[in-house]
């Protein structure tokens, strides 16, 4: 009889997240695959998880994966946790996920915190749509075009930071998606948890008048705000003619509008020019 591949989530940095169900499934493993055996060896200490461990990370996943599938076809039972959060989820774990549903194994996720999904629940940002999209880049020019994909989606939009290329990476999202609202989140469900909203040019601010920045980093970017010349003028002043005939003052109309297209105010000033 086949075995199963548990996919477990694990905390981002609070202890007390990890959930009943996720210390048993690890405790029913044969063995627990993660990225670094040292740091989930601390988690499963203490939550006196005695099962063996093997590393499985970016480096050794395609060369290894196979091989504890076949484990798995043969009665293991295999759980795979992350250094923090959902495994795959800009983590390892999906090339073993993929070779065991070609096999038609059991996979069966155990649910853990996602930082993405902390981060915009508590940014205030509209939650729908999003798009969660990894990691920045560490180069200028592709951080750049990174961003350029952000915007063309018009969606909520989620990235992972390091502390190090914050604020260079804050100042290109500034040039490429403009003034909009964003939320920093800082170290979650840590001792030292930290919001930090507003537009970016005012986030910008505040954290460069810090001495460090540190901690993991999440960042949540309302979404990107269409090109004016996007919006066709007609229906713009139409829509405001509208609202004035209605009895609605004129910098109220311009209000409605600029968050009726997704406009800055500016904008929609010039369209009615």
Request: hydrophobic residues 45%.
């Amino acid at each position: 009889m086949a075995g199963r591949l548990l996919v477990v989530g694990t905390p981002i940095g609070n202890l007390a997240d990890m959930s009943a169900r996720a210390v048993e499934a690890l405790r029913s493993a044969a063995l627990i695959l993660c990225e670094d055996t040292r740091h989930t060896r601390k988690l499963l200490t203490h939550f006196q998880i005695n099962v063996p461990t093997e590393r499985l990370d970016e480096h050794t996943e395609d060369a290894r994966s196979e091989r504890f599938v076949e484990r798995i076809a043969a009665g293991d039972t295999i759980a795979i946790v992350s250094d923090a959060g959902m495994p795959l989820l800009s983590d390892p774990g999906y090339r073993i996920v993929r070779l065991a549903r070609e096999r038609g194994l059991t996979v069966e996720p155990v649910p853990g915190p996602f930082a993405a999904v902390l981060a915009l629940v508590a940014s205030g940002i509209a939650p729908l749509p999003f798009t969660f999209f990894g990691f920045t880049p560490h180069r200028e020019g592709e951080r750049r075009d990174f961003y350029r994909t952000i915007a063309e989606t018009r969606h909520s939009a989620i990235v992972y930071e390091s502390p190090e290329r914050i604020l260079e990476s804050l100042a290109d999202a500034l040039s490429i998606l403009g003034d909009i609202e964003v939320t920093v989140a800082r170290e979650m469900t840590k001792m030292h948890e930290e919001f930090v909203s507003g537009t970016i040019s005012g986030v910008l601010e505040t954290l460069r008048e810090r001495d460090s920045i540190r901690g993991e980093i999440t960042v949540v970017f309302a979404a990107a705000a269409p090109h004016v010349e996007e919006v066709a003028p007609d229906r713009v002043r139409e829509e405001f003619e509208r609202l004035r005939s209605a009895g609605m003052r004129r910098n109220d109309a311009v209000k409605v509008i600029a968050e009726t297209f997704g406009l800055r105010k500016n904008d929609v000033y010039k369209l009615l020019l």
